[in-house]
């Protein structure tokens, strides 16, 4: 959740298949972090490598579930949806506690309009990994998109709890609050995004603050914070 990390990561995972070009877990998990910088920036290099990876360790090893998460994941971002279905299966006969597969097949549920399979999945994701914030995220994530903000807050903070510095975490929050719809809650949700920009200022959280003030009628705040975010 901090800017370089995902940079180090990749060239950490290089040295170790320099060091074993036979080492299926390294393709794995570059695969994956390839599909996470895929996420922040949209280079289709990015999710090429990542489905050339996961394949690679897939050869090198078909009982890794890690693989078959990576290149589902993969098949999610160019819309084949049904191929993401089978890997995220196989990764889970694989492996029954395997948290990135009930997310995935939670996020394949959603899609298909199966809220209720994917609160589920969701929580089971959750469950498994109890000190991992991304589980909560997500499920949060779910909770805000389906119109349940308070319960989206709730695991927002649960997450926080894990990652007290996690700035992407407090623009979901402020997110939440606004979703809210209620006035009284446009203080919380302020709070929220200018702890985010003090850790790090970002687009989306000066964007997040300038509307917010614009729902406020704090008009020159509005645009001096929308400004900070172009």
């Keep these: 959740d901090k800017p370089g990390n995902l940079h180090l990561a990749i060239a950490a995972l290089n040295d170790a298949i320099r060091a074993d070009p036979r080492f299926?877990?390294?393709?794995?998990?570059?695969?994956?972090?390839?599909?996470?910088?895929?996420?922040?920036?949209?280079?289709?290099?990015?999710?090429?490598?990542?489905?050339?990876?996961?394949?690679?360790?897939?050869?090198?090893?078909?009982?890794?579930?890690?693989?078959?998460?990576?290149?589902?994941?993969?098949?999610?971002?160019?819309?084949?949806?049904?191929?993401?279905?089978?890997?995220?299966?196989?990764?889970?006969?694989?492996?029954?506690?395997?948290?990135?597969?009930?997310?995935?097949?939670?996020?394949?549920?959603?899609?298909?309009?199966?809220?209720?399979?994917?609160?589920?999945?969701?929580?089971?994701?959750?469950?498994?990994?109890?000190?991992?914030?991304?589980?909560?995220?997500?499920?949060?994530g779910f909770y805000d998109s389906t119109g349940r903000p308070l319960d989206a807050i709730a695991q927002f903070r649960r997450a926080l709890v894990l990652t007290p510095d996690n700035y992407g975490l407090f623009i979901n929050i402020g997110v939440g609050y606004m979703d809210l719809g209620d006035p009284a809650s446009l203080a919380k949700a302020e709070e929220a995004l200018q702890q985010s920009i003090a850790i790090n200022p970002t687009y989306i959280a000066w964007a997040d603050l300038g509307f917010l003030y614009l729902q406020e009628h704090r008009f020159r705040e509005s645009i001096a914070a929308s400004e900070k975010a172009r």
């Excluded at 920036?41 to 360790?57: E, V």
């Excluded at 589920?120 to 997500?138: E, K, L, M, Q």
């Design 24 to 140: 299926a877990p390294a393709y794995a998990h570059l695969a994956e972090v390839c599909i996470m910088q895929y996420r922040m920036n949209g280079d289709p290099h990015d999710l090429q490598q990542a489905q050339q990876n996961a394949q690679r360790a897939i050869q090198l090893d078909d009982r890794d579930p890690s693989a078959y998460v990576a290149l589902a994941q993969s098949h999610e971002l160019t819309g084949r949806h049904d191929l993401a279905v089978r890997e995220f299966q196989r990764a889970i006969q694989l492996d029954p506690l395997s948290a990135e597969a009930f997310a995935g097949m939670a996020g394949a549920y959603y899609r298909e309009g199966k809220n209720a399979d994917a609160e589920a999945a969701y929580t089971r994701a959750a469950a498994i990994r109890p000190d991992d914030w991304t589980g909560y995220n997500s499920l949060g």
